[in-house]
């Protein structure tokens, strides 16, 4: 049985079974989260954090073991706001973002999410999220090379950066018309596809890594409108991909990661707890509500 197996995973795989898939109570949920800092994949990442509260050998680069990416896999493992750890860590982005120029989108949109989802107070939040808004296309989407201009067709890697961001903030600046603009940025493209010629625009996006990096893919898109609760019609090729990549015994399989160094492969290949889970709950998700309109 798929979800037995699953429950004999990693404390990061467990407490998402039984938060999206099993219905547990919220008292088991919790507890099982709790063990993400204290056992497999997010305890030896937080093992791994230096002296100064960062990561690597720097904020943001080397990829992918700098502080940034760093903090960005305890997000997707399920560390919880708050977590000691991870506000040293946001003390080292935030001194990084002083000594910044100008606020390039694709960073700024990782360091908006780091941010809000640790809850760390950060002065200048606000205004980076407002910045953030100002950088948003007349299309709908964001992209890293607009700089001033607004003409640019969008980004699928920037727009679910920006999108993320904006869903994990939760601050005094009203983000939710470019939140809506943004998703209909993607329902226009199906999630995935040329606007131009209807085929994959990014190859590499039907592909699922345990850890997406900045990139754009099909599975990320969906478990963003599932958090949005945003069911559309308009997305059923991408479910369609995400079904068709479904093994014969009901799992999915790992995927190799991007090129650079990495703290440790979370699974051997084969058969992914991490990404069955994933696929399951937007599966979940997906038949089990009616459409609505973005």
């Given at each position: 049985m798929v979800e037995q197996w699953l429950l004999e995973g990693d404390p990061a795989v467990r407490w998402r079974v039984l938060r999206d898939l099993t219905g547990a109570s919220p008292g088991e949920?919790?507890?099982?989260?709790?063990?993400?800092?204290?056992?497999?994949?997010?305890?030896?990442?937080?093992?791994a954090q230096n002296d100064d509260g960062g990561w690597g050998e720097g904020v943001y680069s080397p990829k992918w073991t700098s502080t940034t990416y760093t903090l960005l896999r305890l997000i997707w493992?399920?560390?919880?706001?708050?977590?000691?750890?991870?506000?040293?860590?946001?003390?080292?982005?935030?001194?990084?973002?002083?000594?910044?120029?100008?606020?390039?989108?694709?960073?700024?949109?990782?360091?908006?999410?780091?941010?809000?989802?640790?809850?760390?107070?950060?002065?200048?939040?606000?205004?980076?999220?407002?910045?953030?808004?100002?950088?948003?296309?007349?299309?709908g989407g964001w992209n890293c090379k607009s700089r001033?201009?607004?003409?640019?067709?969008?980004?699928?890697?920037t727009t679910i950066l920006a999108l993320e961001a904006l869903s994990a903030y939760d601050g005094p600046v009203d983000t939710s018309e470019a939140a809506k603009r943004g998703r209909s940025f993607f329902l226009r493209h199906k999630l995935y596809q040329s606007h131009r010629t209807g085929d994959v625009a990014i190859p590499a996006s039907v592909r699922f890594p345990a850890f997406p990096e900045w990139h754009f893919d099909v599975l990320r898109g969906l478990e963003h409108f599932r958090l949005a609760q945003v069911r559309d019609d308009r997305l059923g090729d991408a479910i369609g991909i995400l079904r068709g990549a479904r093994k014969r015994n009901g799992r999915w399989s790992t995927y190799s990661p991007y090129a650079g160094r990495q703290w440790f492969a979370i699974e051997p290949p084969g058969d992914s707890r991490w990404n069955?889970?994933?696929?399951?709950?937007?599966?979940k998700w997906w038949d089990g509500s009616a459409p609505v309109s973005a």
């Open positions: 949920v919790e507890r099982e989260r709790h063990r993400v800092a204290a056992e497999g994949w997010g305890a030896r990442l937080l093992a493992l399920g560390l919880e706001p708050g977590h000691p750890a991870a506000l040293k860590g946001c003390e080292q982005l935030w001194e990084w973002r002083s000594r910044w120029r100008s606020p390039e989108t694709c960073i700024a949109s990782i360091l908006v999410r780091i941010t809000s989802h640790f809850r760390f107070s950060a002065a200048g939040l606000d205004d980076l999220v407002t910045h953030l808004l100002e950088r948003q296309q007349t299309d001033d201009r607004a003409d640019l067709h969008g980004s699928f890697h069955t889970v994933r696929a399951l709950t937007v599966l």
